[in-house]
């Protein structure tokens, strides 16, 4: 199925028409070439899990500045946090993973059903975006560059 799909892309991409909203087809490209990914993809499991785990370590911590992949393919930098000492008191709320939707009415009770959440993704990261002052997600596999500060006491 994959080899399908691969093979469906060559033209576009033998073209020269790989535009930055084409990031898939780069990872396609990569892949065929045999190229190296980042450390997060080339990583087993457990290292996915240690690398993951000291990323939101140090978004706990501090604001830092990554730079990632959009899904677009155009690169972004973002000053973020998971520390609630920076994040402002009402921040507007994440979007949720669930929807609550009318049913009926029953002797005039207004009943829900509430769609079942779906299984996060372990790669996606939440966090809040300082600059746009909102809340924002990035791929770890799409990861280019951490920027923090470190200090020793």
């Known amino acids: 199925m994959i080899k399908k799909r691969l093979l469906t892309n060559r033209e576009i991409i033998m073209d020269g028409i790989m535009s930055t ?7 396609v490209v990569r892949l065929l070439k045999g190229a ?3 450390m997060y993809q080339e990583a087993d499991d457990v290292n996915k899990t240690i690398m993951r785990d000291w990323v939101k370590s140090l978004l706990n911590k501090q604001e830092i500045t990554i730079r990632f ?3 677009d393919g155009t690169e972004r930098d973002m000053k973020c946090t998971l ?5 402002p008191e009402n921040p507007p709320m ?3 993973s669930y929807s609550a939707s009318i049913v009926g ?3 005039g009770l207004v009943t829900e059903s509430k769609k079942p959440r779906k299984e996060s993704d372990p790669a996606v990261i939440k966090v809040f975006d300082l600059e746009a002052q909102a809340w924002r997600s990035f791929r770890m596999d799409r990861l280019k560059k951490i920027t ?4 020793f006491e």
């Open 36 to 38: 190296p990914g980042t």
């Open 148 to 151: 923090a500060e470190l200090t």
């Open 94 to 96: 994440a979007v949720m």
């Open 69 to 71: 992949t959009k899904a």
């Open 105 to 107: 009415r029953v002797d």
């Open 83 to 87: 520390n609630w000492d920076l994040i």
């Open 21 to 27: 909203d084409m990031w898939e087809k780069q990872e």
